[in-house]
């Protein structure tokens, strides 16, 4: 089919199609929203003004398993672009192949990291090779969908803020070449922050600036060192993300709201980061480490336009009496709310300790020393990427034990299954009881998510990386569980006949079961465990996310197209202190809340 010209940044304007366009876009990540809501989300997007959906590519859950590729069902992401182009929305592709996102070591797969050697985002021949299957199988996926093949793609992202890390210079013209020599020709972009803008960017590819506040003359910059192009603010930041143990982050929707009205009266292109943030599901969260390790909550709500389930916010609104401005047409209807329901409390009924769930998990490792997680031989030899790993070796007598900061990032010590302590960055020791003869020493260690941004990315193994002394001695002699609580294994837990009834003493770590009975068609809910401390959740077998005490999120996004009408299993993994009772309620409790215009580092921002 022959088509107009695409997306094209000769002069100080966009062109598309050969007319002026200005991009008016938001992102959404399909892998952070339930398939079965794209499209409420996409319209939504298009009610609020936006004409360009942007999204990130993330290859940890495209190949989870060397060479073994996933482009299905809620990872489908032909189909994803396809219905943004039904809704009349142009994309913008953010492939990577390290996205950063708050997503698990910036979306990079964790098996790069069985090679001792790998430097992550380098022309390093391991890394270099592995992208390039990667992108093979990726542009045969979405090669269809660019704007000179009839599709929606008027636009692709090189790499993410590689200014910021910038470690070899041969690395953005090779991932360039990778885009082009696999027969893109849309427009190149590279999107940095004021600071990487530095080192960021080449040529033959338009830069863009990622900010919140106008502050540092950030736009002025970004025009003086590419004079004569469109300006674009790839990530406008709508909001921030949280981290466990700290404040929800919220962003005024005024105070945002005159930022970006001031971005678009200069005639700059915008894209929301986020628009709607969605979910880090299951184990996919990242970390941030600026000297301290600090893991991402479950929540990607972001205090973006759309909340986490998909409400209108009052920055929705704002946005939309704003961008409506910019129509000649009237915006179309804003879709109605999705309801919610505070289902009634459910109680648990059964019981599995986890030392009873050993014999479902892969043929434990045996080996003299400890084994990092990525390193064990499970999953095809692709290690294990996420969730908990138990190490056990055998000790003959108490002591102190000292991690050498060797945990990666929490664990539980027990003797003969009795818990007597935890380790991590902050507690390198435990005593160990004394007691006679031979006894278990077990390590349920959990990986709590990879740093996604900053230099240490190639310093992510998990599990535990180097040795474990007890009164001075390293601990030999390890069998080692893999408990990445795939649904298989949780599918093989639910079969098992095995569950105890008698919740007088049930043991923790463990599993505890309820039942949801849902009375006509299911609805979003938030769940709530007052009274537990932290563990996991899985509904039906899909796993929601982490929960922690200590919040600042006390509660986990339950998306009603993942219940049924009828019976629903809730499984909670509980690592220390079970309650009887699982809660629903109607509405999230982000916890307490801190302005982002009072982080730290703010002047990134
Ligand atoms: C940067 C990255 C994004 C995201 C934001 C913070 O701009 O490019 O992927 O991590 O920071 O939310």
């Not at 209108?312 to 939309?320: E, F, G, S, V």
Request: aromatic share 12%; with cysteine.
């Amino acid at each position: 089919m022959s088509r107009l010209k695409g997306l094209k940044a000769e002069s100080s304007q966009f062109t598309l199609e050969g007319k002026p366009f200005r991009i008016l876009g938001g992102s959404i990540h399909y892998f952070r929203v339930p398939r079965a809501y794209w499209e409420d989300r996409l319209l939504k997007m298009k009610a609020c003004g936006l004409n360009t959906l942007t999204t990130y590519v993330p290859w940890n859950l495209h190949e989870p398993e060397r060479g073994i590729f996933n482009f299905q069902d809620q990872l489908d992401l032909k189909a994803y672009v396809s219905l943004a182009a039904q809704m009349g929305l142009w994309v913008i592709l953010r492939p990577g192949p390290y996205i950063c996102a708050e997503w698990d070591l910036g979306g990079l797969p964790s098996w790069l990291l069985q090679d001792k050697d790998m430097q992550l985002r380098t022309t390093y021949p391991g890394f270099v090779d592995a992208v390039n299957l990667y992108f093979d199988k990726l542009f045969s996926v979405i090669k269809p969908l660019m704007f000179e093949e009839g599709g929606p793609i008027i636009a692709l992202q090189v790499e993410n803020e590689y200014g910021s890390f910038a470690r070899d210079e041969k690395y953005m013209p090779f991932i360039k070449n990778c885009l082009q020599s696999r027969g893109v020709n849309e427009l190149l972009l590279t999107s940095d922050n004021w600071e990487g803008l530095r080192y960021g960017g080449m040529d033959g590819v338009l830069k863009t600036i990622n900010l919140q506040r106008l502050s540092f003359g950030a736009i002025q910059h970004l025009a003086d060192m590419q004079p004569q192009k469109p300006l674009m603010v790839m990530e406008y930041w709508s909001g921030w993300f949280d981290v466990w143990g700290e404040h929800h982050h919220v962003f005024h929707a005024e105070d945002m709201l005159a930022v970006v009205s001031e971005i678009l009266e200069r005639g700059v292109s915008i894209n929301l980061y986020m628009f709607h943030g969605g979910t880090s599901f299951g184990f996919m969260n990242g970390a941030i480490d600026f000297g301290t390790y600090k893991p991402q909550v479950t929540s990607y709500d972001y205090d973006a336009p759309l909340s986490e389930a998909g409400d209108c916010t009052t920055k929705y609104q704002l946005l939309r009496n704003l961008f409506s401005q910019y129509h000649s047409e009237p915006l179309p209807e804003v879709p109605s709310a999705q309801e919610k329901r505070a289902y009634s409390p459910v109680f648990i009924q059964q019981h599995l300790s986890l030392w009873d769930t050993l014999h479902f998990t892969d043929k434990p490792h045996r080996s003299e020393r400890p084994v990092n997680m990525e390193n064990l031989p499970v999953n095809s030899n692709s290690g294990q990427s996420y969730g908990y790993t138990l190490y056990e070796t055998t000790i003959t007598s108490g002591g102190a034990l000292n991690s050498r900061n060797n945990i990666r990032d929490r664990a539980l010590v027990f003797v003969d299954r009795q818990c007597v302590g935890s380790l991590d960055y902050k507690t390198h020791e435990v005593a160990l009881p004394d007691g006679k003869g031979q006894r278990t020493l077990s390590l349920l260690v959990e990986n709590c998510g990879r740093v996604n941004y900053g230099k240490a990315l190639d310093e992510q193994r998990k599990g535990i990386v180097g040795d474990i002394v007890l009164n001075q001695s390293p601990l030999r002699g390890f069998t080692t569980f893999c408990l990445d609580m795939k649904p298989s294994f949780i599918k093989r837990l639910t079969n098992s006949g095995q569950w105890k009834t008698d919740l007088k003493s049930p043991t923790v770590p463990g599993f505890f079961q309820a039942r949801l009975s849902v009375d006509g068609p299911p609805k979003d809910t938030f769940i709530r465990l007052p009274g537990w401390g932290k563990g996991v959740v899985f509904v039906n077998g899909q796993n929601l996310g982490r929960y922690w005490f200590i919040g600042p999120q006390h509660f986990l996004y339950l998306p009603g197209p993942w219940l049924r009408s009828g019976q629903n299993q809730i499984i909670v993994f509980e690592e220390q202190r079970a309650d009887d009772r699982i809660l629903f309620a109607e509405n999230p409790d982000h916890g307490k809340t801190i302005d982002v215009y009072k982080l730290p580092f703010c002047t990134l921002l």
